[in-house]
């Protein structure tokens, strides 16, 4: 069995600066992709980044060049450093992660993480 937990998330000031991170744990045989969606209020959950085993970025167009994916394989853990806040970053945040468990080691399947709240705000 495979689990997310992530954490980070808060009330920041437009301006500001947060980071989030994304643990997995349990029966784990490999990890590949990881990324970061988010769901505002009345919106739909839309794809924020991505980073692939190797290391590959990929951030949508409207965060670009403010936030900043990461991963620490031998933590497991994937992190989304977010700077230069706006009002319109404010949403649920949810960390995406393709792995193969240790019972299954030729099957991938997606985890999702719980959720964690940002609010921006002045």
């Known amino acids: 069995q495979v689990q997310l937990v992530e954490s980070g998330g808060g009330l920041v000031q437009p301006g500001g600066s947060l980071r989030l991170s994304c643990t997995a744990s349990?029966?784990?045989?490999?990890?590949?992709?990881m990324g970061w969606y988010r769901q505002a209020p009345g919106k739909q959950r839309e794809l924020v980044a991505t980073?692939?085993?190797?290391?590959?970025?990929n951030v949508i167009g409207s965060v670009k060049g403010r936030f900043t994916i990461s991963r620490d394989n031998a933590k497991n853990t994937v992190y989304l450093q977010m700077s230069s806040l706006k009002v319109q970053d404010t949403a649920v945040y949810y960390c995406?992660?393709?792995?193969?468990?240790?019972?299954?080691?030729?099957?991938?399947?997606?985890?999702w993480g719980q959720g964690t709240q940002v609010t921006v705000s002045s």
């Open positions: 995406n992660v393709d792995i193969a468990s240790m019972s299954m080691p030729y099957t991938i399947s997606t985890y």
């Open positions: 349990g029966s784990i045989f490999r990890i590949y992709n």
């Open positions: 980073i692939a085993e190797g290391g590959i970025r």
